[in-house]
């Protein structure tokens, strides 16, 4: 732990003394390192890259990762792509499954041209984190926040939006129900996704911005593509489908 925090303190120097006290747990509980790239601090949280996830999967023995695409949500022209995959623990084991989703509207402008790519390391790592328990989003996984934050930005600029559309309503809360209602989702599978795309626990520890970047994400996909949000949604589904 000491050589980890020496060098969390060298790449991010103000940290805060619960920064400190979550790396101490990550580290003993998961074996992460900061020297080796398996953590990244974003605004004051920590997040496991995809060579963290990679590794805990590693060190824990990891029967197998099987991926593939969904060809029904993939579209090469609009380069939308959907995976699914599947970590098995052991060879006994039925398997965790995770679903990831990339297209230009929801990843990072420094990876457009590489969708294909995102959303197969967003399906791995949500099926990592399921196995091995690790609560807290991976950087690939929120890379959608940055193309998010932008639309979000983008929106506020536009002329106010009719009651009937995605940004009725004067409450985040209420634009939100209003989606639900709409498209017809699961109000609970739809919470699930929330709190895993704010990268927090529960709900309530999501700041208004990081709600109303997913408010904005789920209008925009739920419009676009329903079938393909209700893949992802299911990926919340009670545990014991995915159980050992």
Known sequence: MGSNSRMARLLWKDLSTVAIKALA????????????GDLSLLEGRWYVTHTGLLGVARRKRCFGIHVQ????FCDSTARRWTFRATVYKHCACRGFVGYGDADPTNVSPLVLGAEMRVAETRAVNRALRKAYGIGICSVEEIGSVAASTQSQRQARKLPPQPANGNYGGPKVRD???????????????????????CGVKTLREATRMQV????????????????????QLNSYLSPKEGAA
Do not use: M
Not at 25 to 36: F, N, Q
Not at 212 to 231: G, I, Q, S, T
């Open 69 to 72: 695409a969904v060809p029904k």
């Open 175 to 197: 634009r939100l129900c209003q989606i639900i209602r709409q498209h017809q989702l699961d109000p609970n599978l739809v919470k699930s996704y929330a709190t895993d795309f």
């Open 212 to 231: 109303e970047n997913f408010v904005a994400h789920l209008a925009d996909w739920a419009e676009k593509d329903r079938d393909a949000l209700l893949c």
């Open 25 to 36: 747990e990550l580290s003993k509980t998961h074996g992460l390192s900061v020297a080796s």
